[in-house]
Nanobody, 115 residues
Framework: VQLQASGGGLVQAGGSLRLSCAAS????????MGWYRQAPGKQRELVATITSGGTTNYGDSVKGRFTIARDNAQNTASLQMNSLKPEDTAVYYC??????????WGQGTQVTVSS
């Protein structure tokens, strides 16, 4: 499974960014799709996940500000990030799971929020 993530960049605090992830090459249905992030010197943490049925799960620090969505037919997921804060600065990784394996990871995209 190959993952192609896009949409990172530099934004001022309070601004918005939208990340996209496209999965390809899977012989199986994609179960979960999600985003994780890792800031310098910190462990990778959950941002948001979504199941094929649309059930979402968010990290506490992004609830109410970020929204994850997916298109099952296209095997794509998006992460709309609003009201960004400097502490959201991190490398964001797309991840997907299939029935037999978790997880495949994308290459990461940098999000930088300036104060």
């Amino acid at each position: 499974v190959q993952l192609q993530a896009s949409g990172g960049g530099l934004v001022q605090a309070g601004g918005s960014l939208r990340l996209s992830c496209a999965a390809s090459g899977s012989r199986f249905n994609i179960n979960g799709m999600g985003w994780y992030r890792q800031a310098p010197g910190k462990q990778r943490e959950l941002v948001a996940t979504i199941t094929s049925g649309g059930t979402t799960n968010y990290g506490d620090s992004v609830k109410g500000r970020f929204t994850i969505a997916r298109d099952n037919a296209q095997n794509t997921a998006s992460l709309q990030m609003n009201s960004l804060k400097p502490e959201d600065t991190a490398v964001y990784y797309c991840a997907v799971s299939i029935p037999t394996y978790c997880c495949y990871w994308g290459q990461g995209t940098q999000v930088t929020v300036s104060s």
